[in-house]
């Protein structure tokens, strides 16, 4: 009986150690996310600016301009657009870094690994610009182009959709080689030697037995580098010169310029809830791949 008693209270003073310890993290993630995303929600109700801010005159507005203007509609598309090449370019692009990095026996391993990922070191807004003077109708591209007469004029590469999505795929190209990277460390050799003594050659190795083992690594890239896209604001607007109209750009201008806060966060509401679809998606695939 006394044991018992000492069990149960052993186990109330664990509970309390923990609920002590997650307790900052709840803190900051209710001042952090939870809060402000109300005020969000909130907001997308409003009828004007000074509603949102004091409250009261609650409207759908907001939410029948997003669904019945075909502008947002282009602009949803737009974003789900420029978030698949993108995931889908820095995936393809990452994967063999990634592999590499992971079976590799070299020395050099970490400092291979590190130079893979140093490009975080860098902000995205200076990466911008680089490819801003790379790809410009001044840029480097375009000058040897000329001087080699390849081309007699300029090749727009910015101020539309390629130009931001080359200088999204090289931005988050190191997020999906740190995602694949962990999920490849757990590839099993083991089956691939066996699959080599049975006679199969190099590439079906690879497409029979490494690529679906390292399909979830790949999924958790793609998503990861899908939400940080669809997301993105400073490239589309910087490399798209105002030519290129994603959610991230139009909730700015919305804020900032024409200050619509209610439409403002009546698109910040779908973009979240092209975040959860997503994750919906990526979850069902994970269950389907583990089965």
Do not use: C
């Amino acid at each position: 009986m006394a044991a018992a008693s000492h069990a149960s209270g052993g186990g109330t003073s664990h509970r309390g150690v923990l609920l002590l310890l997650l307790l900052p993290g709840l803190i900051a993630l209710l001042t952090t996310f939870l809060l402000p995303l109300i005020w969000l929600v909130r907001a997308s109700f409003a009828s004007s600016a000074m509603a949102a801010l004091r409250g009261g005159d609650w409207t759908l507005e907001s939410y029948r301009t997003v669904l019945l203007d075909p502008f947002y509609w282009k602009i949803a598309w737009n974003t789900l657009y420029l978030g698949v090449n993108v995931a889908v370019l820095a995936v393809v692009l990452s994967y063999p870094i990634a592999l590499f990095l992971a079976r590799t026996t070299s020395r050099w391993r970490g400092v291979l690994t590190a130079l893979a990922v140093a490009p975080l070191l860098t902000s995205s807004v200076v990466r911008t610009y680089g490819w801003m003077v790379i790809l410009g109708d001044r840029g480097v591209i375009n000058t040897a182009l000329q001087s080699s007469g390849l081309t007699d004029g300029v090749i727009r590469l910015t101020n539309n959709y390629f130009g931001a999505t080359v200088a999204l795929v090289e931005i988050l190209m190191p997020y999906a080689i740190l995602a694949m990277l962990s999920g490849f460390g757990r590839l099993n050799t083991q089956f691939e030697e066996a699959a080599a003594m049975l006679g199969a050659n190099r590439l079906r190795v690879f497409t029979r037995i490494v690529l679906p083992l390292s399909l979830p690594g790949v999924l958790t890239a793609a998503l990861l580098v899908f939400v940080l896209a669809i997301s993105s604001f400073v490239t589309p607007r910087l490399m798209g010169g105002g030519r290129v109209f994603v959610i991230g750009t139009e909730v700015f201008n919305e804020a900032t310029v024409t200050l619509n806060w209610p439409l403002a966060a009546a698109l910040s509401v779908l973009l979240l809830v092209l975040f959860g679809s997503v994750i919906v998606i990526y979850q069902r695939a994970m269950r389907a791949l583990e089965m």
